[in-house]
């Protein structure tokens, strides 16, 4: 496990004082991953909330173990002291009407709203093949202005409904999926008004050919979530190079935790920082748990993320 020499300048970890709004959660993909169910698919939900809990997380997303029912949602995070960070939405957007999307999407903005979510985590999955092992390079695009247009408007729709619900859309930029580049992001951003906001991916960031700072120096203002997911280069250097699919991507290494990769995340947390960030650190990392022990390596990441905050007043 290699840490860049940023961590290590005061290995005082002990809880973090550092004050509300910013708290720290995680994705359950630590323990078991929703793309690849074989990857700590025997792993009980109730392991990952109590290991996280124990960790010092304060919430968590939801992943496909959670119970659909928003109540019982609420019920399993008390029992173990956290919260609902947010959670993943599967839009077709590029598929379907506005109003189809409003229709389907009204089930989870309610699981949001009546957990105290304030934002919600919009994936587009028409034509996706995140999940499939199929190159990365054949993913969708939009390839026309008219396209773009037509996608940002339907975007900007949805966005507007759920922010009248009291949840913010929250756009992740994914690997395999339509939105997937820097200049992807700038061309979403370019073409949506400020309902949608930007769900800030460092490791999708940087696997999808962007430098993160840069990326996320650019687009602050529209930061609304953010996902810290450290890569190791080197295999990240390989996957490009082997045209690899994502889920090559996730059983080869590409992606570690914050404090175990090579991305910068202190100079990140100074931008977040220096424009008011309000939200949630969420460390997120695509492994095999069977080779990246769950508990190991989210307290690594929760370690390493509190670590760099506690620099800040």
């Not at 929703?34 to 792993?43: K, Q, R, S, V, Y």
């Not at 026309?144 to 408007?153: G, H, K, L, M, N």
Request: charged fraction near 20%; glycine fraction near 10%.
């Amino acid at each position: 496990m290699r840490a860049g020499p940023w961590l290590f300048r005061n290995r005082d970890m002990s809880p973090s004082t550092h004050p509300d709004p910013i708290k720290i959660g995680i994705n359950p993909i630590s323990w078991s991953n929703d793309d690849l169910p074989a990857l700590g698919g025997e792993t009980r939900l109730s392991t990952a909330l109590s290991e996280g809990a124990r960790i010092g997380y304060r919430g968590f997303e939801l992943n496909g173990k959670f119970p659909k029912d928003s109540a019982e949602v609420g019920r399993v995070l008390a029992e173990h002291g956290l919260e609902l960070v947010s959670g993943w939405y599967s839009g077709q957007l590029a598929a379907r009407s506005a109003e189809e999307e409003i229709a389907a999407i009204e089930s989870h903005v309610r699981m949001m709203t009546k957990n105290g979510a304030t934002v919600l985590v919009y994936g587009e999955v028409a034509g996706s093949i995140q999940g499939q092992r199929i190159p990365l390079k054949e993913r969708p695009c939009f390839h026309s202005d008219a396209a773009w247009e037509a996608y940002a408007e339907k975007l900007n729709r949805l966005a507007r409904y759920t922010a009248a619900q009291g949840v913010k859309l929250g756009y992740h930029h994914h690997m395999g999926a339509y939105v997937e580049s820097p200049a992807d992001i700038d061309r979403l951003m370019a073409l949506t008004t400020s309902d949608v906001g930007l769900l800030f991916d460092s490791g999708h960031c940087y696997m999808g050919g962007g430098d993160p700072l840069t990326v996320l120096k650019k687009h602050v203002g529209r930061v609304c979530h953010v996902h810290f997911k450290d890569v190791r280069r080197s295999v990240v250097e390989l996957a490009r190079n082997c045209q690899w699919s994502f889920p090559d991507c996730i059983v080869n290494g590409t992606f570690t935790v914050p404090g175990d990769g090579d991305l910068d995340f202190q100079a990140m947390i100074e931008v977040l920082i220096g424009h008011r960030y309000r939200g949630w650190l969420v460390v997120e990392a695509e492994q095999d748990p069977a080779v990246a022990p769950s508990y190991a390596y989210a307290k690594m990441g929760f370690d390493a993320v509190q670590h760099l905050l506690r620099a800040f007043p």
